[in-house]
T-cell receptor, first 116, second 115 residues
Framework: AQKITQTQPGMFVQEKEAVTLDCTYD???????LFWYKQPSSGEMIFLIY??????QNATEGRYSLNFQKARKSANLVISASQLGDSAMYFC?????????????FGSGTRLLVRP | AAGVIQSPRHLIKEKRETATLKCYPI?????VYWYQQGPGQDPQFLIS???????DKGSIPDRFSAQQFSDYHSELNMSSLELGDSALYFC??????????????FGPGTRLTVT
């Protein structure tokens, strides 16, 4: 069975500093995708970044980068130069090739608070 | 660019009433997903449709039903509402051909409150 684990229920970071949000996953499928979503207090789910299991390089999108360590089954999100607007809930999610519907399985999330 | 549209955005119902949530996927997307997010919880998969046929089913109560219509919009019907049904309901759409590499595009959600 697929599973996503986020062990940090909440985190603080100082504005302009970098922060790493942890995500580990469990799957026996060699083909899968890992996603990070941001959910501000308004509730919408905002896609941030994606990593495929066969990707050789870590994904980057602006201030977001994904530290993908396949052997450790981890896909940590790194946010550089934190901004006050980064305060939100962050979800790590996965979908697996063997699951033909390609539904997303989410972790429990990490609430990030950026301090001025 | 067109996004996923959900209506209504907010809905207040009483126990035992019925609710219908609507989702309009991004044009040309062939797959629709419904997720339920309870307060303080992560989104949980309810049901999905591919080309108007149900493709997968999660922990969806028997009181709930859903379908996808010929124009690809989808509706989630919820009957005999319970207090525990209060949640944020997301619809997402994608292209099945994108497989595990494709992003799911989420709508803004419908916040259902059952009193």
């Amino acid at each position: 069975a697929q599973k996503i684990t986020q062990t940090q229920p909440g985190m603080f970071v100082q504005e302009k500093e970098a922060v790493t949000l942890d995500c580990t996953y469990d799957t026996s499928d060699p083909s899968y995708g890992l996603f990070w979503y941001k959910q501000p207090s308004s509730g919408e789910m905002i896609f941030l970044i994606y990593q495929g299991s066969y990707d050789q390089q870590n994904a980057t999108e602006g201030r977001y980068s994904l530290n993908f360590q396949k052997a450790r089954k981890s896909a940590n999100l790194v946010i550089s130069a934190s901004q006050l607007g980064d305060s939100a809930m962050y979800f790590c999610a996965m979908k697996s090739y063997r699951d033909s519907s390609y539904k997303l399985i989410f972790g429990s999330g990490t609430r990030l608070l950026v301090r001025p | 660019a067109a996004g996923v549209i959900q209506s209504p955005r907010h809905l207040i119902k009483e126990k035992r009433e019925t609710a219908t949530l609507k989702c309009y996927p991004i044009p040309r997307h062939d797959t629709v997903y419904w997720y339920q997010q309870g307060p303080g919880q992560d989104p949980q998969f309810l049901i999905s449709f591919y080309e108007k046929m149900q493709s997968d089913k999660g922990s969806i109560p028997d009181r709930f039903s859903a379908q996808q219509f010929s124009d690809y919009h989808s509706e989630l019907n919820m009957s005999s509402l319970e207090l525990g049904d209060s949640a944020l309901y997301f619809c997402a759409s994608s292209l099945k051909a994108a497989g595990v590499y494709g992003e799911q595009y989420f709508g803004p959600g419908t916040r259902l409150t059952v009193t």
